[in-house]
Structures are given as structure tokens and as C-alpha cells.
Nanobody
Framework: QVRLVESGGGLVQPGGSLRLSCAAS????????VGWYRQRPGKVRELVAA???????NYAEFVKGRFTISRDNAKNTVYLEMNSLKPEDTANYLC??????????????WGQGTQVTVSV
């Protein structure tokens, strides 16, 4: 079972940027797709962005133009570059393995995630 570990969260002011990392325990080529999700207090978990082995990407409407997902196959890591952050982006961000880049279903268990707080 592949393991994914999130890192890179922190406190940032509105309008600021952060880059999150999702490190896989084995080659990304053994994983069909990797997605970033977020869990806000009192809200359901939602897909933020996903990328597959062919480089196809899917973004939630609320992050289009602000967030970019990318992968470094040599480092077995998927990144989420977050720009123009808003207070409503405050959440625990997690990565997992969706069935495909549009799917709500995931193949892996959920880790602890990395907390992102956008505040003055």
C-alpha cells in the first residue's frame, strides 16, 4: 500500500502564497492519480485539484487561476502551489489517490494532512 505524506502548511496573510508537498512512498508511476483535498471546519471534505500519470489536471472552480498542481516524478512528490490565498482557503489539506482526477472516490486511507491558515 503506497503511503502519502503531506507537508508545507502554515500561517500566511491574505494574498500570500504557500507550496504544499505530497510525498509518496514509492514511484508516482505506480499511482494512477494523486489529488489534493481540503477539510474546512464544519464543512465536507472537498477536492481541490488532481493530476494523473498523463499530466491531466482537474481543479475545483474555487481555486482555478490561483492554485497549480504539479508532480516531480524523480522525487515521487506532488505539489500544490497556492497563490492569492483567501481567508476561506483556511483548512486542513490532505492528499490521496482518487480513482481518477474527477472521482470523489479514493483508494487510500487519509493521513493527518497539513494545516493552512490564512489570516492577518
Amino acid at each position: 500500500q503506497v503511503r502519502l505524506v503531506e507537508s508545507g502548511g502554515g500561517l500566511v496573510q491574505p494574498g500570500g502564497s504557500l507550496r504544499l508537498s505530497c510525498a509518496a512512498s514509492r514511484s508516482l508511476f505506480s499511482i494512477n492519480a494523486v489529488g489534493w483535498y481540503r477539510q474546512r471546519p464544519g464543512k465536507v471534505r472537498e477536492l481541490v485539484a488532481a493530476i494523473d500519470n498523463d499530466g491531466r489536471m482537474n481543479y475545483a472552480e474555487f481555486v482555478k487561476g490561483r492554485f497549480t498542481i504539479s508532480r516531480d516524478n524523480a522525487k515521487n512528490t506532488v505539489y500544490l502551489e497556492m497563490n492569492s490565498l483567501k481567508p476561506e482557503d483556511t483548512a486542513n489539506y490532505l492528499c490521496n489517490r482518487p480513482w481518477d482526477i474527477y472521482s470523489d472516490y479514493v483508494s487510500g486511507s487519509w493521513g493527518q494532512g497539513t494545516q493552512v491558515t490564512v489570516s492577518v
